[in-house]
């Protein structure tokens, strides 16, 4: 079985730029998370969709936004890129609201 | 509140049993988790325990929770140097918002 799968594995921006960072969850998955894991911040929770719609975001400004498709796949976008948006962002994936999340391999930005 | 604490580092020797401990402040919490990650890698679910229990073995791994005290840990028995690697412990808060609050990580040295 196909893991969480995210991509690109690397972006690379300049300031004020807009980002967009693609994730596939697992067959049959209908949750996506969203985390973002900066240096010196740990990891923390971004966004969730299920069946297509915003369920919660977590303490991020309105810049961060996205959107979950039809096939469950899900979509990140950040604009007017700042430098410390620099960090590993992680999707992760669970079956119907489940107790387990998996992660994906996780698109390194990087903000210049 | 949401807070979850971990100590920064651990080393221990080839063979050895590895402890890695976190503690947590919110008693909503209802599932409790641990996630490995190696260098430039996401997230690997390891194992995780429901708050009514108050412990989980898995072959290798023993999670022992104290929720009288917060407190969490993971035992890794015979530690070999592939477990080199950052811990995370994280807790779910309030089902219905599905959001992990990860610790700040334990990262393992495993020496031959």
């Known amino acids: 079985e196909a893991g969480v799968t995210q991509s690109p594995t690397h972006l690379i921006k300049t300031r004020g730029q807009q980002a967009t960072l693609r994730c596939s969850p697992i067959s049959g998955h209908t949750s996506v998370y969203w985390y973002q894991q900066a240096l010196g911040l740990g990891l923390q929770f971004l966004l969730w969709y299920d069946e297509g719609e915003e369920r919660n975001r977590g303490n991020f400004p309105p810049r961060f936004s996205g959107r979950q498709f039809p096939n469950y796949s899900s979509e990140l976008n950040v604009n007017a890129l700042e430098l410390e948006d620099s960090a590993l962002y992680l999707c992760?994936?669970?079956?119907?609201?489940?107790?387990?999340?998996?992660f994906g391999p996780g698109t390194r930005l990087t903000v210049l | 509140g949401e807070d979850v604490e971990q100590s920064l580092f651990l080393s221990v020797r080839e063979g050895d049993s590895s402890v890695i401990n976190c503690t947590y402040t919110?008693?909503?919490?209802?599932?409790l988790y641990w996630y490995k990650q190696e260098p430039g890698a996401g997230l690997q679910l390891l194992t995780y325990?429901?708050?009514?229990?108050d412990m989980k073995q898995d072959q290798r791994l023993t999670v022992l929770l104290n929720k009288k005290d917060k407190h969490l840990s993971l035992r890794i028995a015979d530690t070999q140097t592939g477990d080199s690697a950052i811990y995370f412990c994280?807790?779910?808060?309030?089902?219905?918002?599905?959001?992990?609050?990860f610790g700040t990580g334990t990262r393992l040295l495993v020496s031959p």
């Open positions: 325990i429901f708050s009514n229990m």
């Open positions: 992760a994936s669970s079956l119907d609201r489940g107790r387990e999340q998996f």
């Open positions: 994280a807790e779910r808060v309030n089902t219905g918002f599905q959001k992990l609050v």
């Open positions: 919110d008693s909503s919490s209802t599932y």
